[in-house]
């Protein structure tokens, strides 16, 4: 397939390649030459505008990928391709946009024949080489045209074992992805991801501050341990209860540095956690774990610990995110 992809940062430009890998053409864009000069030398087409990008794309429906930061940016990129686009063509937003906001923008494009689809896309600096897990929103026919693009960026069922009886279930959440309901949902199921994601992180930080503080002197001496949390974090990963990937990235960042010292412990949030909190008010849902782990990253701006300079060491390790960057 043929897709216009603008964004060209930490996922938009491994989008771009993981699809070009799979045989499909891009068309980018981004408001650095130097990006777009980059994608073009692995073999897309770059364009210095959203026109260009527009003009460059021959197929009909005509399809265009938004993959910059929530907010206005994306809104105002939107509108000009409402206004470039025509009747029958798609814009998918595959950033981490609120999913009102979504609701509103397909609001907009459907007025203009436009179908509007939200992709709440994770995997991170990762997703180039392991794929990306994707839940997305938006009219059916729009998404099911858009399927073999789906396909390349997903995962696939690789090595993990299936889920006894889900015989005759969408197959495609077992390859990595979802069709998750009508505008907004998709990245409405993203933002609760991101507020599980935020709960998950900090029960490892408190977790390890805890092994970390034992040798602590205040503590009485025959209770001392001085652990090795390298050594922890690696028996962890090998059959424990709590396995996972983010405790992979936390292996690889202690055996990197076991005192973190490259890191602040003053821990952003990117706007995802606060939304899914929202939510739980607005639905009257008791979260106490997610908002915690919410409340605890507004603190670790004003004072830090290890375990929040381990926090950081995960966001920076499957998002390349760093610290001071995000939204305070």
Same mark, same amino acid.
């Given at each position: 397939?043929?897709?216009?992809?603008?964004?060209?940062?930490?996922?938009g430009?491994?989008?771009?390649?993981?699809?070009?890998?799979?045989?499909?053409?891009?068309?980018?864009?981004?408001?650095?030459?130097?990006?777009?000069?980059?994608?073009?030398?692995?073999?897309?087409?770059?364009?210095?505008?959203?026109?260009?990008?527009?003009?460059?794309?021959?197929?009909?429906?005509?399809?265009?990928?938004?993959?910059?930061?929530?907010?206005?940016? &994306?809104g105002?990129?939107? #509108?000009?391709? $409402? *206004? !470039?686009?025509?009747?029958?063509?798609?814009?998918?937003?595959?950033?981490? %946009?609120?999913?009102?906001d979504?609701?509103?923008?397909?609001?907009?494009?459907?007025?203009?024949?436009?179908?509007?689809?939200d992709?709440?896309?994770?995997?991170?600096v990762?997703?180039?080489?392991?794929?990306?897990?994707?839940?997305?929103?938006?009219?059916?026919?729009?998404?099911?045209?858009?399927?073999?693009?789906?396909?390349?960026?997903?995962?696939?069922?690789?090595?993990i074992?299936?889920?006894?009886?889900?015989?005759?279930?969408?197959?495609?959440?077992?390859?990595?992805?979802?069709?998750?309901?009508?505008?907004?949902?998709?990245?409405?199921?993203?933002?609760?991801?991101?507020?599980?994601?935020?709960?998950?992180?900090?029960?490892?930080?408190?977790?390890?501050?805890?092994l970390q503080n034992?040798?602590? &002197?205040?503590?009485?001496? #025959?209770?001392? $341990? *001085? !652990?090795?949390?390298?050594?922890?974090?690696?028996?962890?990963?090998r059959? %424990?209860?709590?396995?996972?990937?983010?405790?992979?990235?936390?292996?690889?960042?202690?055996?990197?540095?076991?005192?973190?010292?490259?890191?602040?412990?003053?821990?952003?949030?990117?706007?995802?956690?606060?939304?899914?909190?929202?939510?739980?008010i607005?639905?009257?849902v008791?979260?106490?774990?997610?908002?915690?782990?919410?409340?605890?990253?507004?603190?670790?701006r004003?004072?830090?610990?290890?375990?929040?300079?381990?926090?950081?060491?995960?966001?920076?390790?499957?998002?390349?995110?760093?610290?001071?960057?995000?939204?305070?």
């Open positions: 397939m043929e897709i216009g992809i603008v964004g060209l940062g930490r996922m430009g491994n989008i771009a390649r993981r699809l070009m890998r799979a045989g499909h053409r891009c068309v980018v864009f981004d408001a650095s030459a130097q990006a777009v000069s980059g994608l073009a030398h692995d073999g897309a087409q770059g364009v210095d505008s959203l026109s260009a990008l527009v003009a460059a794309l021959t197929g009909k429906p005509r399809a265009v990928w938004i993959m910059l930061p929530a907010g206005k940016i &994306t105002d990129t939107a #509108a000009q391709l $409402f *206004d !470039l686009l025509g009747e029958g063509d798609i814009v998918i937003d595959g950033g981490n %946009s609120f999913y009102k979504d609701i509103a923008r397909a609001a907009i494009a459907r007025a203009r024949g436009i179908d509007y689809v992709v709440g896309t994770s995997g991170g990762w997703g180039l080489d392991r794929g990306y897990c994707m839940m997305i929103g938006g009219p059916k026919e729009a998404v099911d045209h858009l399927d073999p693009i789906f396909d390349a960026l997903a995962p696939g069922i690789g090595d074992a299936r889920t006894p009886g889900r015989e005759g279930k969408d197959s495609r959440a077992e390859r990595g992805y979802i069709h998750a309901g009508p505008t907004g949902a998709g990245h409405f199921v993203k933002m609760v991801h991101n507020g599980i994601e935020y709960g998950l992180m900090q029960a490892y930080a408190e977790g390890f501050d805890i034992k040798s602590s &002197t205040a503590l009485p001496e #025959a209770e001392r $341990f *001085d !652990l090795d949390l390298t050594d922890i974090s690696e028996v962890w990963r059959g %424990s209860v709590i396995s996972s990937w983010l405790l992979d990235l936390t292996a690889s960042a202690l055996v990197r540095d076991p005192t973190l010292g490259d890191f602040t412990g003053a821990v952003d949030d990117s706007g995802e956690g606060r939304w899914t909190v929202e939510a739980a607005e639905e009257a008791p979260a106490q774990v997610l908002t915690a782990a919410l409340f605890a990253r507004f603190r670790s004003l004072a830090h610990s290890f375990g929040e300079k381990l926090l950081s060491a995960m966001r920076f390790a499957f998002g390349g995110h760093i610290e001071g960057k995000g939204t305070h």
